[in-house]
Every structure is written in C-alpha cells, then in structure tokens.
C-alpha cells in the first residue's frame, strides 16, 4: 500500500485494523449498492448527507 492509502488498480486490497475503525468512502451518485446486479435489495434511492 503507498503511504498515502490509495491503491493502484489491480493490487489486491485485504485491509486489517487491530481497533474498529471508521471510514469516509466516496463514490459516483450512479453506484449501485449492489454492483453490477439489481434485484430487490437494489436501492434505488439513496439517503443524502
């Protein structure tokens, strides 16, 4: 992983923290929550914050 913890396409990414930790993830409004699959879990519509 570089220092700056962005990876570079194609490294595998396997993170393990000690503690619970929190994260911020950033990601296109066209995400879909369950990637390239819709079914009833699909979310079509996504809370704000």
């Known amino acids: 992983m570089c220092s700056n913890g962005i990876h570079q396409h194609g490294v595998e990414h396997r993170p393990v923290a000690e503690e619970e930790v929190?994260?911020?993830l950033?990601?296109?409004a066209s995400t879909v929550n369950t990637g390239n699959v819709r079914g009833e879990l699909?979310?079509?519509k996504?809370?704000?914050i």
């Open 22 to 24: 929190h994260i911020l």
């Open 26 to 28: 950033f990601e296109p």
């Open 42 to 44: 699909t979310a079509e």
């Open 46 to 48: 996504l809370d704000w």
